[in-house]
């Protein structure tokens, strides 16, 4: 019998040796607002993204949608945007603002007795607690 996992237990997928080689901390300096940052925790694989207010935010690399690694998200306006299916994430609050799916689906949500089409899918990424000091980005 398989046994559902709780999101937290889910192993990270390692599309590339981006996960082995990722640092434990990073310098403020090497962010940038137009890609985000792996960082090695002991929590397991973060991105981090800087806000253009000058702001380093951490959330889980795994995206909530269906699990892609976001190391190798696109970074869009401070936005984190996973590269399997475009859902796009606030870098600010990992909240999830644009889904590309909803168009494309548009369609087919039809209501019957066991689908609400009013209902949509709510994805959120996990933030972590960073701290800087002395110029350097770490988990709390
Ligand atoms: S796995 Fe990230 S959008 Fe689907």
Redesign the pocket.
Known sequence: MLKKLPQSQLPILCPNEECDDAPDRLRLSDLSESAVKPLKTALGQLVIVLLSNGRPRAFDAR??????N?VTAACVGGDIV??????RFSGESGALVANPNEAIMKTLRVPSVAFDPTIKPSYQLRERALEVEDGWVRVK
């Open positions: 995206c909530p949608h269906m699990g892609s976001l996973c590269h399997w299916h475009g859902y």
